[in-house]
């Protein structure tokens, strides 16, 4: 079946210290491949995602390159800011599946300390 | 402004008495989907609607209805909540491919005493 697995959370940062959130993923055939984000007390909004092998999705400043070889689609950047602050989701959608669901980890939450 | 707003944003009610929370999307999309989240399970989804009068049975649909009668409009309906009902329930919209951004609304906490 579908799944995808995260890094548990919380993970704690200062301010400019380098991110990697870890997403890994077990789908048949090739699925597209997404990050959201949930910011509290909102809904998720998708940060980046990658529709086939190789890909790189990018944006602000967050990055994920989509790893046939070893089923991952790991998040990470740079120099993180205290506005980074959110959990995290990493998710799939399995392209041979009528419903067009998103299959999703269960999150990380990210903390960045000033 | 693209938005999927839902309401109410948080309810607290008790087993049995019937509730709908309501879900509406500005965008013309056709698909239509409720995902319900709780702690170290990410999000599940309830039901999905490819278009009016269209839907169908996502991952865990007991103990749900939905309707779609109009396309812009998506209700999740508890016809007799229990408490392990109680979540944080999102509506999402996208266009009709499954490579698509999906909308979420701000989310429904919902707790069923």
């Known amino acids: 079946g579908n799944s995808v697995t995260q890094m548990e959370g919380p993970v704690t940062l200062s301010e400019e210290a380098f991110l990697t959130i870890n997403c890994t993923y077990t789908a048949t055939g090739y699925p597209s491949l997404f990050w959201y984000v949930q910011y509290p007390g909102e809904g998720l909004q998708l940060l980046l995602k990658a529709t086939k092998a190789d890909d790189k999705g990018s944006n602000k400043g967050f990055e994920a390159t989509y790893r046939k070889e070893t089923t991952s689609f790991h998040l990470e950047k740079g120099s993180v800011q205290v506005s980074d602050s959110a959990v995290y989701f990493c998710?799939?959608?399995?392209?041979?599946?009528?419903?067009?669901?998103?299959?999703f980890g269960s999150g990380t939450r990210l903390l960045v300390r000033p | 402004e693209a938005q999927v707003t839902q309401n109410p944003r948080y309810l607290i009610t008790v087993t049995g008495k019937k509730l709908t929370v309501t879900c509406s999307q500005n965008?013309?999309?056709?698909?239509m989907s409720w995902y319900r989240q709780d702690p170290g399970l990410g999000l599940r989804q309830i039901y999905y609607s490819m278009n009016v009068e269209v839907t169908d049975k996502g991952d865990v649909p007991e103990g749900y209805k939905v309707s779609r009668k109009e396309k812009r409009n998506f209700p999740l309906i508890l016809e007799s909540p229990s408490p392990n009902q109680t979540s944080l329930y999102f509506c999402a919209s996208h266009e009709d491919s499954p490579n698509t951004e999906a909308f979420f609304g701000q989310g429904t906490r919902l707790t069923v005493v």
């Open positions: 998710a799939l959608s399995p392209l041979m599946d009528s419903s067009y669901k998103l299959i």
């Open positions: 965008m013309n999309h056709e698909y």
